[in-house]
T-cell receptor, first 115, second 113 residues
């Protein structure tokens, strides 16, 4: 069975500092991994994905994530946080070549960037 | 090109009523999936449609139903509303059901009173 764990409900970071939002996953076979961001009363906005290839994936707004197969992790990172990065972040996984609807979302991590 | 459009954005309904939500996918996308988002349960998959056929269904009661039209627009219906149905309902579209990423709409916030 597929699962995604986001162990931190909330992450607090000072503006300008690096940030990390953690995600671990479990899936049969090769994974497709995703990060989405959600602002208040809005839908999910795609940030980045790992399908295959380079383990370091670069996405929108300066975010990046590193796929680590041995640790089954896909942590989201940014070198320098902005106050505007404050939002709810979701990690998601599905098995390679499976239906898009088979995607499983983590519980979400609320990122709070203080000025 | 236009993104995924969900209407209405906000709805208030009374227990026992029924509601219909609409989703227009990105032009050319044929797969539409619906999700329910609540603070307690997170994001849960409702159903997926592709070329007017339901491909997958999540673990929701029969009060939740959907359909897809020939132009790929989709509707979901909830009958006999319960307080627990209050949630943000999100629609996502992709070109095909095995496409690597899905694009989400803004959602419809349903409040049942």
């Amino acid at each position: 069975a597929q699962s995604v764990a986001q162990p931190e409900d909330q992450v607090n970071v000072a503006e300008g500092n690096p940030l990390t939002v953690k995600c671990t996953y479990s899936v049969s076979g090769n994974p497709y991994l995703f990060w989405y961001v959600q602002y208040p009363n809005r839908g999910l906005q795609f940030l980045l994905k790992y399908i295959t290839g380079d383990n370091l994936v670069k996405g929108s707004y300066g975010f990046e994530a590193e796929f680590n197969k041995s640790q089954t992790s896909f942590h989201l990172k940014k070198p320098s946080a902005l106050v505007s990065d404050s939002a709810l972040y979701f990690c998601a996984v599905r098995a390679a070549y499976s239906s898009a609807s088979k995607i499983i979302f983590g519980s979400g991590t609320r990122l709070s960037i203080r000025p | 090109k236009a993104g995924v459009t969900q209407t209405p954005r906000y709805l208030i309904k009374t227990r026992g009523q029924q509601v219909t939500l609409s989703c227009s996918p990105i032009s050319g996308h044929r797969s539409v999936s619906w999700y329910q988002q609540t603070p307690g349960q997170g994001l849960q998959f409702l159903f997926e449609y592709f070329s007017e056929t339901q491909r997958n269904k999540g673990n929701f009661p029969g009060r939740f139903s959907g359909r897809q039209f020939s132009n790929s627009r989709s509707e979901m219906n909830v009958s006999t509303l319960e307080l627990g149905d209050s949630a943000l309902y999100l629609c996502a579209s992709s070109f095909s059901s095995t496409d690597t990423e899905a694009f989400f709409g803004q959602g419809t916030r349903l409040t049942v009173v």
